[in-house]
């Protein structure tokens, strides 16, 4: 029994946020004359003694005193004596819990925020590096129409900064204190809710007592913006392992990012980007996990909430941990221009070019363009030649009314220069791109 | 294979969303030169033709063209001819299905905002006919401590909003139009995207167009925003569930909202809040199925992406189904008051109040108190009377210096109007928050 | 990188399996002279050393050595020099840890058995002493016909079976040993991959070195079988929750398997309960999180697969957890018959007796029958009566033929044993399967 | 209401198991007396008269009769009138749709199992035809070691066994029969439960009531070996996609079974694999939706339950379409060895097998082994040559007793053909292999 209800192995992770909550009540215990200003005075200094004691590394965290609360306030009654008692009026083990991991979950999403935003930095960087290299464009992964690395990379600038929304959001939308909700129903001291949640950084109390002892939706919505986010890390993490193998060779990963094999010294295994690849799963599986456990769950404390911890521990570190690895690994990733461009070349990426220029200057329906384009992309196949070295017969055999301009649209930086509708593949787009970003990151 | 890559069986729900996203992209390609005014006019009135014969059930979509779009596109053709073709100049089969999907989803978002809506409305008349019911809050499912009926009904509205703000930030989030992103790439086509963009009600266009095409993390931000709004409606439905059985009897269901037994006419099994209760699962479902999808996918589109409806279609149902549910059952529901109290009585649940008393009239250390109170309801326990009943010197015997107004904190009525703590179960707190959500919500 | 790469903080649970697998291969490579028999033994005594070391709680695992085979593999050079080296001969990691991660899944698969088992024993003596205690069968949660404790409980022997036999399966599907596969490839040396198998109880090497690498779906296996008998524990935790709420209080639990509160003695929080109900989402949580690892993952050996031991442990923890606590729980547990029956006869819990004696009597078709029950059970409810002592002229009112006969199968003991049924409520059937359990059981 | 309650719109497929149950309980009730014969053979034949309805095409489901067995039932009424209620005796809807859905997810079992054959076959004669052609073995997607192609589909056949053993287990698993538990309770007529148990091909009918019609964990063994199942097909999805892009081209897909691009006629998109990759997704959301809604479910029968149908029929679709999808486009698949071949080279593949042939010949420790192989490798890495291609003279500047023999180790045939140990790649191996598969399989 004690071993399924004991929680301090996990739970001391909140000594910080505990801490600082029973700070803030303590404060207002006294401030409001619910305890002497000696009581209040002796008891901060207590929780602050504590507070030095564990950053020194000296608290020893019993399991026999169950959780991280009781284990302080055992402390502080070794402390300060009885008056140590005084702090737990007006307030319950429900609202104190709440308001701890509420404060957890907060500062996780400011990680979360500052982490995508150090790995935006670093996608930026490699944008403006490689706004020129012309890589393939793919679908289906397979080549479809050129594009720039520095194109590429913005993609994921993009999916980052609505990672970061999501955690804004999360952090805003649980910035209500549970402070005073007591066991459930309120208290009938006469406390200021208003001055707690405002000493701890929240935006002001929560309206409803059971509410702020039931709700664990904040927990919820943090751990589905992390499992979005892993789903965007894991695309990127799969990308460096293919673009790693010899097939493609686009990326080449530093020593520190990839390991190698004693007797293959050409070998470098992407282990971090599969780490990151895979640690989505985790983080998946702790929503599920705690959605399934407050599913169904009646209001409004029960045990199983206790639940909540581990499974945000868990995806928090996997998060936090995926962040720094790849933005280490793509601070330190040598790009290879020439295999992006050999890769690019590979089918006929500009037949789309080609049809485009039917449509624009020969006033051709688009389907019918695209069969234009492939009639004469058979022929360039035939004679196993790039469409850009196709001879001009060859193509005014499928349609008379093409001539030599045809040219200035086949080669591949055409293409890509072509495309400068907002947002595009053309380089002056991607600058264009680069410089909002720049803006929005500084 | 056709069974495996057709996908009009669903994805003609998009037909609505599709022929908007036509209609803007022809009308930006006449005002920008790229096709004819006369052309554009004529694209426009044939799929307003399409419109009205969808509307009027008359449009037949046929499996063996595939999908949604090629069924209106040769549709289109058959009415206007070769001109038809033209509209799909400067656009893709990517960018388009990308539009088509984020409108559906603005249109989700805004659907479910405005479920939650009617059923916080629901939820505040209820918790304004009973903001003095007294029953019992629970903790462990056990009577902790009085509440009333009314300051329950508000937990949940709280939580309503949060789920309402999910799907508002949703619905913000996704807002930006991918139309113009083409294949991957952009075009080389003079397009105005900022034009049809306006036209769809997006914010803007898209800022990258591999992005474009390949990000679904909208469609995971709404099941994840479903998923949460289900475990609130799970844990009302429960809470049904139980409360109507006869041990508690709290709530009657309306014949409408349960189903009966042909022989057992007093049966009425609470079948809708079941389902509710139950379809959390599927949401949660949708959820893992999609995310898993999209885990690990390399850029840009992928016909994995295809999954992306029916997850999405399958939970909104389901959403909104139980929104409409809820709201129907509670707006229906027979309240039991004498089955509240009785249960609210149950136990000793004036006990924190006694202690409370100590603490702020003998200032009594808060833990010492509740020791106190602990072998004073011992003794009530052993009389077998309620703590309100307990003779004065049986407490006094515990305490001496208990006095005769500790009557005052013991009953029901006193515990429950003493919590008057923001957010407590005092009456006037109830009313309270009743007066804000009614300005909120009005 | 050391971070998100180094493992032994979690696979040192692996060491007992990694050091049996070591020492079976090194006396394979003596067998079959790939190695001397005097490396052989010096290997085999330096492992069994370490082996005590580690039992003695002596060992130290350093972060540094990345792995617990690299710990280990360092320890034996430190003891025995540099013969350690010939251990890995005609070995590599993958086949290494994937033949060490078997034999930990099997061993959890054998301590998952035993824990359903001693839980069944406990539900059996339960069901023993109660064959005859009614209490209310349940439909929709609502009391619908009378069956017997013991009955209920047997239901749970039985889901208990066939996770049993769930994981029986699991072991032995995954029982075929990797050891020898290498790297992926398999090995020239001349090895006998059936003496190593055989050694380690396997029932014979793995078929495909490629597999016997990459495979992880024995571990899939178990968690989805841990997944489904959570879902039983959790409904068997959520019985007891509602059960011992004042409102049913069928069951009262044991001071050491309930939290009390300092102030309300009568209190006893269901904890273990309710932590069983909820250890069920964590464990179909570490289900989705390597299932999700898996999907799309290329062959053979990928670091992703890293992600499978925490799944696997985490879930085992909980599942051996919760199969412990339940067993103490019941074996603990106080039954209540009063507040069965007294729930069991509210309602008309024999109206279904009533119609089926109308059938068997009177020839009535079933589905009139019922008409005739459900007026007849309207008069009851009007006068408030039960059934049982409803005037027959009442009765014949609604139907003429009805004779005094009727009242042998209106009370709650004749409604219960009359469902001879095979595997229905009547005690002498739930003795009959009280006896097949015992047999299969002892 | 309607709306969330009926059924019929997807349990219409439980029809089929509907009639055969219905008529094994017609045909037990007339033999046991319970009816008459007259009345049990006019109802058999009423049911085998809807039967020839539903198989024809002209049966209406009507959404106002709900579910599929009230539609039945009301037929039946009108077909042979009031003696169709006679049907419903000793019977109730709880047990007679927990028949029906066993039968139908036995089936189901059967399917999924025959179609795993099928494609184990087909990977099987992949496997005969390039049981000599070599490709890399992949670890970390880095080619690793050479190994055939033979060897690698192999290893899938070996994968696809252990799902058709988990579908094998669910069936026998699921093979009681519930016909007989009534509501809950059992019933007081004589029924024979073991004729129908027998009737419908179950090994006997269940033997606790309760559990009978509560039980859903077959639903949830299948999905489980479904979404374990598709993880497999998921990773050969996976490859394929892999494979098919011209950084790769192992494999060309056949029109059928893949999407071309109406302008770039070289372009095959893998639809199909890209489809079976994502429907893993689907499968395993399925599973957590039924866990999610069985996890903390009260005792006996639930509306919750309702639910379980369209998870499993959602995921059965999936994975037979999977299946069979899989199967042809292996059937129609072209491998390209020369490109095989031509990976294969890459790196330094027989690195190993020089270590090896130092430990074997030389008798020095595997990791001094590992050591010299690095280092001669390096040196034909700065050659700019392969291994096989090195001057002795380079190897014997690392370790002075490599002698010519050396050079026989060190060919992609030589590495492939010298792993002969039980299950390795050496092509006798293989080819044994497919020799036990085929005994197995046919």
Same mark, same amino acid.
């Given at each position: ?6 929680? +301090? %192995? ?15 009540h ?81 500062g996780?999403? &400011? ?20 706004? &020129? ?22 993609? #994921? ?13 999360c ?11 007591a ?5 009938? #001291?006469?406390?200021d ?37 892993a ?12 673009w ?6 686009f990326? $080449? ?10 007797i ?27 959605a399934? *456990? ?22 928090? %570190? ?12 793509l601070?330190? *990733? ?6 992006? $461009? ?17 449509? $624009? ?15 004469? +992309? ?28 045809? #040219? %200035? ?34």
């Amino acid at each position: 029994m004690e071993e399924i209800n004991a929680s +301090v %192995d996990f739970d001391k992770r909140l000594a910080h946020e505990d801490l600082a909550g029973s700070k803030a009540h303590a404060r207002m215990l006294a401030a409001c004359g619910i305890i002497s200003e000696a009581d209040g005075t002796a008891i901060v200094r207590g929780l602050e003694e504590i507070e030095a004691e564990i950053a020194a590394g000296h608290f020893e965290f019993k399991r026999s005193l169950e959780d991280v609360h009781l284990n302080i306030e055992n402390r502080l009654a070794e402390k300060i004596g009885p008056v140590a008692g005084r702090l737990h009026t007006a307030r319950s083990r429900n609202d104190q819990v709440a308001t701890d991991f509420r404060l957890w979950v907060r500062g996780a999403c &400011d990680r979360a925020t500052a982490g995508l935003k150090v790995l935006q930095q670093v996608l930026l960087e490699l944008a403006a590096a490689h706004a &020129d290299t012309i890589m393939p464009g793919f679908t289906h992964m397979q080549p479809a129409q050129p594009v720039t690395f520095g194109h590429h990379c913005l993609a #994921y600038v993009e999916m980052f900064a609505r990672d970061r929304d999501r955690f804004v959001h999360c952090a805003r939308r649980l910035n209500e204190c549970p402070l005073g909700a007591a066991a459930l129903a309120g208290t009938p #001291y006469p406390i200021d809710r208003t001055m707690t949640a405002t000493a701890l950084g929240f935006d002001g109390p929560a309206r409803n007592s059971l509410d702020a002892v039931a709700a664990r939706d904040f927990a919820l919505d943090y751990l589905a913006a992390a499992a979005i986010a892993a789903t965007h890390l894991s695309r990127l993490g799969e990308e460096i392992v293919i673009w790693t193998t010899p097939g493609f060779g686009f990326l $080449r990963l530093s020593d520190a990012f990839s390991t190698g094999s004693s007797i293959m010294p050409q070998k470098r295994n992407p282990d971090a980007a599969e780490l990151v690849r895979a640690k989505s799963g985790r983080i998946l599986g702790s929503f599920v996990g705690l959605a399934t *456990v407050i599913k169904g769950l009646a209001l409004a404390y029960a045990k199983d909430l206790q639940e909540d911890k581990e499974a945000v521990f868990s995806a928090a %570190d996997a998060l936090e941990l995926c962040l720094a690895a790849m933005a280490g690994m793509l601070s330190d *990733v040598t790009v290879v221009p020439e295999q992006m $461009r050999k890769a690019a070349e590979a089918g006929f990426p500009t037949a789309t070019d080609l049809a485009d220029w039917c449509v $624009r200057e020969l006033s051709i329906p688009f389907r019918e363009a695209h069969h234009i384009a492939g009639a004469i +992309v058979k022929r360039a196949e035939e004679m196993g030649v790039a469409l850009a070295e196709l001879p001009l017969s060859q193509m005014q055999a499928v349609e008379a009314r093409i001539d030599a301009r045809i #040219y %200035d649209v086949l080669t591949l930086e055409a293409s890509v220069t072509a495309r400068r509708s907002f947002g595009g593949s053309a380089p002056e787009q991607v600058r264009n791109q680069i410089a909002y970003w720049r803006g929005k990151l500084s």
